[in-house]
């Protein structure tokens, strides 16, 4: 008896799940990488994507829910159907590609390294001006960074571009340590542990004006390239219906302008897209 | 669906955190246990000072997860500047040295209880008949107590120490390239988590495999007199 009443109870709750899942998007964000997406006061998602997203729901006339995930998780659970969409600073990568699908690039990645004043690093070459790595220009650099960085500690969170960017261009010099985010590899470089660290500038920039970290800043140029790619929401392979749609409201997001004016709200810098 | 070749060969590249993580394992288990002989002789103390210490230190270190703990050693203390010009920063710098550190800290609390419970195993009377024959202290321990306090414990032990085994995963939170550490990369390359941590899974099931069966060894070892001679059950006598 008790166990037909909760089967149906089972079943009632599956029904309501499956005519309810109709129009409403399930987001997955980090909330952990701040001004991107980040837990604001009472636990509530804040940030660049999460207004965005909003935007983009309002747009879609769909109801959003947004949840946030551990980023070493964040794939296998969209694949695994925990939710539909990724909205958290992922950039779109070939290595990506293969196991999932991406909207149309609604910000540009742009990374960076970031050091304490009193190190040997703080004076990168190249400091604050941009610098595209598939460049001809780029090499030199990047010859001098690898010589300055040669055996010296540099953080970065485990599975993004920055840890990708450091294997590809350092590889065998610098001793590269993965976090779980941001944040740890930030402590880690305000207690010495660390010389250095790599991730995309708007959040490093956010982070090295609190006050645990004071006497960081940013050093060497803002990469871009093709090894941090673009950013956009990442889907399952198989939602082609639900790709389209993002496409189509990012498309007009980014064309509208309210790209540029979240991004400038949070960043201070403009991030959108470039064609 | 499960692609074997593939799982192989995560195996074969996961197989190189293996040093680390029986690294982590000896040396939290080996400084474990002498802090954890120091702490079961304390709540054995008759001295009510010591024993208090003793139950403080067990009850803040069982109580609370060994994550939070290693998260405190780590990251926790090098939020203060005045630490780090001591000479222990050049040790708490190093992930791994927080990493054994907790782990010893944390085992050295489960352990001192297996000690101690070992050692209240012993009859009395047995300890009451070795002072009739006039032995005491060291000799006392290491003739009457410690050898049936060590059988005693051997299971218990065996458990804390397959724990140990698997909590050294933890020190991939920070930073270690440990089985698990590896196991984080190689997925954050290739995003199938599934086949990955099926290979981890086995490497830690074969290390602990290995453990057991030399406690197992190590109990046999230590149990003669309480097996049955072999010449009876070859007669049959039971049958």
Same mark, same amino acid.
């Given at each position: 008896m008790k166990l037909k009443i909760i089967l149906s109870a089972i079943g009632l709750l599956a029904t309501a799940h499956v005519a309810q899942a109709e129009d409403v998007i399930r987001i997955a964000t980090e909330? %952990?990488?701040?001004?991107?997406?980040f837990s604001g006061p009472n636990n509530v998602l804040e940030g660049f994507e999460i207004d965005l997203a909003n935007d983009l729901c309002e747009r879609m006339k769909a109801k959003c829910e947004i949840v946030a995930q551990n980023w070493d998780g964040i794939i296998p659970s969209l694949t695994a159907g925990k939710y539909d969409a990724i909205m958290a600073a992922m950039s779109i990568t070939p290595k990506r590609e293969e196991v999932m699908a991406f909207s149309a690039p609604y910000a540009a990645a742009i990374n960076s390294f970031a050091a304490m004043?009193?190190?040997?690093?703080?004076?990168?070459?190249?400091?604050?001006k941009p610098l595209s790595v598939?460049?001809?220009? %780029?090499k030199p650099v990047l010859e001098e960074i690898a010589k300055k960085i040669q055996g010296k500690a540099v953080g970065v969170q485990g599975s993004t571009t920055a840890s990708a960017f450091m294997e590809q261009y350092f590889q065998g010099g610098a001793d590269v340590r993965e976090y779980k985010t941001t944040e740890e590899h930030n402590f880690d470089l305000a207690s010495a542990r660390l010389d250095a660290v790599v991730a995309n500038a708007t959040v490093l920039a956010a982070a090295l004006e609190k006050d645990d970290m004071k006497g960081a800043k940013l050093t060497g140029p803002l990469f871009s390239g093709k090894v941090f790619g673009m950013i956009g929401v990442g889907l399952r392979k198989e939602d082609t219906a639900l790709k389209a749609r993002f496409d189509d409201v990012i498309k007009a997001a980014v064309a509208d302008g309210t790209v540029k004016k979240l991004s400038e709200k949070w960043f201070k810098v403009d991030v959108s897209p470039q064609e | 669906m499960i692609d074997l070749p593939f799982i192989y060969d995560a195996f074969v590249q996961l197989c190189s955190g293996i040093p680390l993580t029986l690294q982590l394992m000896a040396v939290s288990v080996a400084s474990g246990a002498v802090l954890a002989i120091a702490l079961a002789a304390m709540r054995l103390s008759s001295w009510p000072p010591l024993d208090l210490l003793a139950r403080i230190y067990i009850f803040i270190f069982r109580g609370t997860p060994l994550l939070v703990q290693l998260y405190l050693i780590y990251y926790g203390l090098s939020q203060f500047p005045e630490l780090?010009?001591?000479?222990?920063w050049p040790f708490l710098r190093e992930a791994y040295w927080c990493a054994a550190l907790a782990l010893a800290l944390n085992t050295a609390a489960y352990s001192a209880e297996i000690i101690r419970g070992g050692v209240l195993s012993v009859p009395a009377g047995q300890i009451e008949a070795a002072r009739a024959y006039g032995m005491s202290g060291l000799t006392l321990i290491r003739r009457i107590i410690a050898p049936q306090a060590l059988r005693q414990m051997l299971p218990g032990y065996s458990n804390e120490v397959i724990l140990m085994a698997k909590s050294?995963?933890?020190?991939?939170?920070?930073?270690?390239?440990?089985v698990t550490g590896l196991a984080a990369k190689l997925i954050s390359a290739t995003y199938r988590p599934v086949e990955i941590f099926i290979a981890a899974g086995a490497i830690y099931l074969l290390l602990n495999f290995i453990v057991s069966r030399l406690f197992k060894l190590f109990e046999y070892r230590l149990s003669a007199a309480q097996r049955q001679p072999i010449y009876r059950r070859a007669a049959g006598e039971n049958a």
């Open positions: 909330g %952990a990488y701040a001004p991107w997406n004043e009193d190190s040997g690093l703080a004076n990168l070459p190249e400091t604050g598939d460049s001809e220009a %780029a | 780090r010009k001591t000479f222990l050294t995963a933890l020190a991939s939170t920070i930073t270690m390239m440990e």
